[in-house]
């Protein structure tokens, strides 16, 4: 539970899924280097603070994109 339990994270990149963008959460991912966020809904408030936003199924998203990561290496 990052932000709520005043647990704090300061990651390079946080890829945030299917997370409305509660601001206990928010405050607990201010610190990323970058974020970038995936929730289907619009106007969920992580889009407020996400340094990219994909409004899509995350479901759809993340397999393409952990198949690219996995052959960039």
Do not use: H, W
């Not at 206990?24 to 996400?50: C, H, K, M, Y």
């Amino acid at each position: 539970m990052v932000g709520q339990t005043g647990f704090v994270t300061r990651p390079k990149l946080a890829l945030i899924c299917g997370v409305s963008g509660a601001l206990q959460f928010t405050v607990g991912v201010a610190s990323a280097e970058t974020v970038v966020a995936i929730n289907l809904d619009r106007s969920a408030p992580i889009f407020e603070s996400a340094d990219y936003c994909v409004a899509q199924d995350l479901f759809k998203v993340l397999p393409p994109l952990i198949k690219e990561l996995r052959n960039s290496k």
